[in-house]
Every structure is written in C-alpha cells, then in structure tokens.
C-alpha cells in the first residue's frame, strides 16, 4: 500500500478512529494488525518474514535477560545477527555475491555458472532488519530494558508508518512511546497533517514530475547529451530527495496522528557545507545507525588517523551496499567515504571559515552530491562513464548543448521552478526556524490559505500515475 | 479530538466542493454539459458546417447523430482519428471515428448502429495496431460502453456480466466530478480560456462555419468528417521532433512504451466481430493507416514494439480469410508516404489518407 493511494487513504482514517476510540491496553492491537494489514496488501507471504525476524529478536531479548555469562550472551546475540542477516542476505544480496565470486573465479580461469534464486526483494527489509538488530544491540549492551509483551515487541517492529522505507527507530524512543498511555493532542494531529501535506507536495508535486524526464533520460543513456544530461543528474538529485524526504514527512505525520513521535531523518541536506555536515542532514536515521553500531564500534577516530580513515570507508561501503546489491551503490558509498576522509585531512587548512567560504563549499558539496548522486541512479559503472563523458563532450558546443531530445522544454522547466523555489526556500528558512510551528501560530487565514494552496497544487500537478517511493527497494 | 475531526471534515469538504464545482461548471470535455451536442447534432444534420467545440465526449456526439440519423447510410468508417480526417470517396457515408478507439469502441459503435437501426451495407474498420492490446476491449470512450457490451452479447450471446458493467458505466460520468484527472483538465481550460469565459454558459454556443476550409479552428462536416485546424498542420522540423521525443521517451501514443504480444482474447472479439457483420450482409474492407516514417522504422528495428507488425499480418491473414480487402499498410514505406505528406507526426494530410486508401497491396 503506497501512501500516494487511495487505498492508504481510506485506510488511514480508520485506523486513527479505531485507535483512538479504543482504551489505550488493546491500541497496541491496531497498530500490529494495521501494520501488518498495510504490509500484507503489498505481498502477504513475505510478511512471514517480518514475523521471523520479530520472533528471533524477541527470543534473543528474552534469552539475554537471564543469560549471566558474557560468552552465552554474545553467543546468543551472533545467532541472532546471523539469522537477521541471513533472511537479508538470501533476499537481497545472494545473487549478487554469487554472480561476482563466479566472476573472479573466471579471472583465475575457473569456469562456473552462478546458481541465482528468483526471489522478490521484500519490500522495506533493510530497514525493519536494522530496526530489530538495534534492539537486539541495545539489549545486549543493557541501554534498553527487554520487552516482554510480544504483541508491543511486535509492533514496534513492523509500525506501519516507518515500516518500508523509515525512519530507522531506536528502541528507546519508540518502544516506551507504544508502551505509554496518551490522550489525544490536538496539536500534534495537526502538525502531523501539515507534515504529511508537505510529504505529499515533496513527493508529487515534485518527485514524481521530475521522474518522468529523468527516467526518460536514464533510459536512453546513450542518446543522451548537453542540456539532458546536465539536467538529468540536477534532477534525480531534487527527485531522490524530495521523494525520500517526502516519504519521511509522511511517515512522521501519519505516526503524530497517532500520538507517537518520530525521528527527524531529514534537515535540509542540500544546505550542508561539508559532506560530514550532509551525512548530518541526510536519512539521519541510518547515518546515525552506521555511527553507533558499525563506526564507533570498528574504534571510530580513536587510534591512528590511518585506523580512522579506514574506519570511514569501511562504514560508507556498508552503507552504500545497505542501499542495493549492486557495484554502483557500493561506489556510490566508496565516492562519500573517500570525500570525507578528504575533508578530514584538509581539516586544519580550513577550521576557520567566512561566509564566502561557506557558501563556495555549500556549492561544492551540492556538485559532489550531483556527481555521487549518477552513479547511485546509473544501473552500472559504465552507465556512469557514458553520462559524464557525454556531458563533458557535449561542454564545448553551446549551440548542440543546449539542443534537448528527450523534451525538455521552457514551460517544463517554468513548472517545475515555482515549486522548486518553494522548496529551496523552506529549507533555507527552516535551517533557521520551524516553519511548521511558524504556520501553526499564523492567522487564521493565512494558514487556511497556505493548507489550500499546497493541497490543490499538489492535486493540480501530480502525474496523473505516480510512482513508487524510490527507497522502498532498499 | 472532535475538533480536529470536525476540522477536518471541514477541509475535506471544502477542497472537495471547489473539485466537484469546477469540474461540474467547467466540465472540459462537455460531459455535464450534453446541451452542446444537443446543439451541434441539429445543425449538422441541416447540412451545417460547424466549428468544432475543443474538448468533446465523442462518444455521446456519435451516439447522438446516429440516433438522429434521417436515413441509413450506405458506408460508415469506424476507427480512430486516422480515419476521422479523410475525404471519403462515397455517397451517403458516415465518420463515426473517434480519437484512439479501441476494440471496444468498434464494438460500441456497431451496437449503436444497430441499436438505432442503422447498421449500413458496407462498415470499413480503420484498424489500429493498439485495438489488439491488452484490456482494449474494455473501449476507451466510456459514455458509449453500454452499446459496446449490448453489441458483444448480440455477438458472442450472453453474457452474464453485462448488466452489472452497463449499470456501472452509467455512473461513470458521475465519477469525474470527483476526479483529479478531470480537476486538471478543468483547470487547464479554465487557464487557457480565462476564468470568466470557462464560467460562463455562452462559451459552449455552437459557431457555424461557412467553408470547408483549414482556418483556425478544426471544423466538423455534415458527415461526421473532421478538418484539420491551421495549427494541427505542422512542419516537418516539427514532426520530426515529435516523433523522435515520443520514440525516446517510449510514450508512442496508445502503444506507450511497448507491444509486443496480440491479446488470444481480442483477436478472437474481432474477429467475431467481423463474422458477425458478414452474416447482417455487411461487406467489409480494413484500413491500415501508415506511421510516420521514423516511428515505423523504429517498429521494425525493435522487438518492444514487434505487436504492430504482427497485427498488419493478422489483419491480411484474417482479410484472406473473410475476403475482406485491406486498404493501406502501416508501412510509410510500402505506401510510398515521406515526411512531407504528414499533417502532424501520428495522421497523414487529409488527400495521402485518401491515396492511402486506394493503395491495395497484394
């Protein structure tokens, strides 16, 4: 069920009746079963798993609270990594290991054919997977008391809001928050709304519209050039985040409604003046996972500067490969890690910064994340090549550059503008202020007319077929 | 917490009553609005030419001059707008194409000709390749759907189905008031046209024309014969353009980004069809329209869009059969049509549809 759907908008409004109509000891119940329900409507099989990964990590809790010796302990905890990991594995990346190591058997001369499964990625399992590893962790570590209700556990798990594509919870800020008695807040329903419509705009009055020209670019790579190619990679670098972070505004919206509060994932990641600073504005929820369960874990800055810039790009690579089995993604990861650790050791040439300095470096971490951003969407190495080399054979020839065969047109870029601005511009304010809280405190009108304003432009220039959200893949 | 619902409520309805009465008062494709083909259908039949009125439900528009037919006529052409411009070469002929028809949308036609008993001695079915693909038998035009399922239970018996669907598609027009899609379209108009034209009701007047000619707006004829307006002329820059964005971006009209396979199921409906009018004494004669010459080398050259070659060997097997002559070929090539004989980069000028049709190949 997408939340672009109908369907998600018949099912919204009987889940926040029932679960508030409801005494607080059965919400629980809604929410596991509207959790698993909206799962379900994708693919009711593969909800099997979910429940296989709940189980196991309830179990380990479980086992870990009476388990006194350290060795049992870590016993218990690698069995479960294992499991976890496992189903993760199988489902997403097996194929990939296998038609790799086939490959490097070739280069030693060693003929194999890979034996690949045909399996369906299920849709959100890096995100639940990380979410039950974290509790998993966190239990082992003691930072989090064990859940013995499997009902909450299991809710807490599979919260429909963040279920496919996040934020990544932390057990210590959602679980209490399904454990505790609420009343109804007024204010916090309505900023969830105000959220969701922002979501909504992000991902339909812009995402989706700059889909259309950026699939069609990416589709014809080859006939690709100048102006396309310039804006194809501008583009998917607006798309991504307006359809990533127009998911998590949704997310956190839908679950205000319901009296739960989410993690923040994005803060105007376009606005960083370092990549260090982007990864503090972008899916804060995974950057932070990787910090506290792979990074500090591997010795983070601690020891050699050699140790932490192999610490760096260890994390990055992981990340890149958490968002997709492929070498483009792994790369993807490798371009952030190496940038940083670039940073890190020209550091000290500039721990004193101007304003003119920020905003060269804001414009340059924005071109770097356009750069990476190709090879995140590119569907290999060589697809990247062509894009960049037909961009820069196409730099010294204005007359063909600005020439577009895939219809980019004034009035497509007109459209898209207002909407853009819009955005820069929220961004940029909200850096400095809560432009939510601000509108919630307006005039009457004001706010009404801004609720109508992004409500029916949204419903004026959405594609009539929207698409996916992109990270439900990962 | 009844506040916030309350709220809501409010909301809801209020961004909902703005939809529901602009596309009511708009109503872009005149579907609220039955008065103008209620206005347009008299004055053709006096032998009227009119200017045509943009957005159009072609289908209600059909419905309406067949049932107000004086006489049957002797040929009528079924199809899509490649038929819909061409100066057919008989006596007492009636256009009934309408703009991307579908399977469906022959079988509708048909079952409106009998409905109204006007089922003339010679039907040519100006076939499209996307007539073939999958749900293309559901019609595209819904306001005439129900003639579509009472024609196909005249043809195949009957079917239980039928009178849910029929019952159903009767409220379909209901349905866009809600609609986005139509919000959009409403909205569209209202931009184009200025707010208080769009409002007003004297914007849906009828305008006479007192020629024939290719002027500013596109024209309708007494027999339901369409000519181009100056803009739907362009040049070949221009058509060239067109059809190499609609090939890149894999958005080639109805046939979108690929047809490959024919549909068991259709084929079969169509051929039923045909049958089915063989045996009212009807003779039949196909007509293949050809691509724009680019887009049909793009055709030959892909497998993604290999249905539409097979389509042009089924129509021909399926002529030998019923010894039904095809007329043209989806071929730009094997009908001799350049770049130049093309009215935009998807219909040919009006006089190379005639030449076309007059092409027999063997």
């Keep these: ?474 | 917490m009844r506040k916030f619902i309350i709220k809501c409520g409010v909301f809801f309805l209020l961004v909902y009553t703005i939809i529901v009465l602009l596309n009511y008062r708009i109503d872009p494709a005149n579907m609220f609005h039955s008065s103008i083909v209620e206005k347009m259908v008299p004055l053709l039949n006096a032998g009227k030419i009119i200017e045509s009125p943009g957005n159009l439900d072609e289908g209600l528009f059909k419905r309406e001059m067949i049932k107000s037919m004086q006489r049957t006529p002797e040929t009528v052409v079924i199809g899509s707008s490649h038929i819909m411009y061409e100066p057919w070469p008989f006596e007492n002929c009636f256009v009934a194409g309408l703009s991307g028809a579908y399977l469906g949308d022959y079988y509708a036609v048909v079952g409106m000709l009998e409905e109204y008993k006007s089922l003339p001695q010679h039907i040519i079915i100006g076939t499209d390749p996307w007539a073939f693909m999958t749900n293309a038998e559901n019609g595209r035009h819904k306001s005439i759907n129900e003639y579509a399922l009472k024609s196909l239970e005249r043809v195949q018996g009957k079917n239980p189905d039928i009178r849910g669907n029929s019952q159903q598609d009767k409220f379909y027009k209901y349905k866009e008031l809600f609609s986005f899609a139509y919000f959009q379209a409403s909205f569209k108009k209202m931009r184009s046209d200025g707010i208080s034209k769009s409002l007003k009701e004297d914007n849906r007047e009828i305008i006479v024309a007192d020629n024939a000619e290719i002027e500013k707006k596109q024209k309708i004829m007494p027999n339901g014969r369409y000519i181009f307006s100056e803009s739907g002329l362009k040049s070949i820059q221009e058509n060239n353009n067109s059809a190499d964005t609609a090939i890149r971006i894999q958005q080639i009209y109805q046939l979108g980004s690929g047809f490959t396979d024919l549909q068991t199921d259709n084929l079969t409906q169509f051929e039923n069809l045909v049958v089915y009018l063989k045996k009212k004494g009807v003779k039949i004669d196909f007509y293949l329209h050809p691509w724009y010459p680019t887009v049909y080398k793009h055709f030959c050259e892909n497998e993604k869009y290999s249905g539409v070659l097979k389509t042009e060997e089924y129509l021909r097997d399926l002529g030998k059969k019923y010894d039904v002559v095809v007329h043209g070929s989806f071929s730009s090539e094997l009908t001799g049509m350049k770049e130049e004989d093309y009215a935009d980069w998807f219909h040919l000028k009006a006089d190379k549809m005639l030449e076309c049709y007059n092409i027999i190949l063997h």
């Design chain 1, 1 to 474: 069920m997408l939340f672009n759907s109908w369907a998600f908008a018949i099912f919204l409004p009987i889940v926040f009746v029932l679960y508030w109509c409801l005494p607080h000891k059965y919400r629980w119940g809604v929410l596991l079963m509207s959790s698993y329900y909206f799962y379900m409507s994708w693919n009711p099989k593969y909800v099997l798993l979910i429940f296989l990964t709940t189980f196991a990590a309830y179990l380990a809790g479980r086992l870990l609270e009476h388990e006194k010796n350290e060795g049992g302990r870590k016993c218990i905890v690698a069995v479960t990594l294992v499991l976890c990991l496992g189903i993760l594995f199988i489902f997403k990346y097996y194929n990939f290991f296998s038609e790799n190591l086939v490959h490097m058997l070739q280069l030693v001369s060693i003929q194999m054919h890979p034996i690949t499964l045909n399996l369906l990625l299920p849709v959100g399992i890096s995100f639940y997977t990380f979410q039950t590893l974290s509790y998993v962790l966190d239990v082992y570590k003691r930072k989090v008391p064990v859940e013995h209700h499997f009902g909450i556990f299991a809710t807490f798990i599979s919260f429909f809001p963040q279920l496919v594509a996040g934020p990544i919870e932390r057990t210590e800020t959602l679980l209490p928050q399904i454990n505790k008695e609420k009343a109804f807040s007024y204010e916090q329903a309505t900023s969830g709304l105000r959220l969701m419509a922002w979501g909504f705009f992000k991902k339909l009055a812009i995402a989706d519209v700059l889909a259309i020209y950026v699939d069609a670019a990416y589709a014809s790579l080859d006939k690709c050039a100048g102006i396309d190619c310039l804006c194809a990679i501008v583009f998917f670098t607006i798309q991504i985040y307006c359809d990533f972070s127009g998911y998590s505004d949704i997310a956190i919206g839908t679950a205000r409604l319901l009296g739960i509060e989410l993690m923040t994932n994005f803060r105007s990641p376009y606005c960083a003046t370092s990549v260090k600073e982007f990864w503090g504005r972008w899916h804060i929820s995974l950057s932070t996972w990787f910090r506290d369960y792979l990074y500090i874990p591997l010795g983070g800055n601690r020891g050699s500067k050699w140790n932490h810039y192999f610490n760096i790009m260890l994390t990055f690579f992981v990340s890149g490969l958490w968002h997709g089995a492929n070498w483009t993604f792994i790369l993807w990861g490798g371009m952030h890690g190496a940038v940083l650790v670039l940073e890190n050791c020209l550091s000290k040439c500039f721990a004193a910064r101007s304003r003119f300095s920020n905003i060269v470096s804001g414009i340059s971490v924005f071109i770097f994340c356009n750069i990476a951003w190709i090879m995140f969407r590119a569907s290999s190495v060589n697809d990247f090549c062509l894009i960049i080399s037909n961009l820069w054979a196409s730099l010294g020839n204005w007359a063909e550059f600005k020439k577009s065969t895939i219809g980019l047109n004034a009035s497509f870029l007109r459209g898209i503008a207002w909407p853009v601005a819009v955005l820069v511009i929220y961004d940029y304010v909200s850096m400095k202020t809560d432009v939510q809280k601000w509108l919630a405190m307006s005039n009457i009108i004001i706010r009404w007319a801004a609720y109508l304003a992004i409500v029916f432009y949204t419903i004026l220039k959405m594609p009539l077929q929207s698409s996916s959200f992109i990270y439900f893949q990962f």
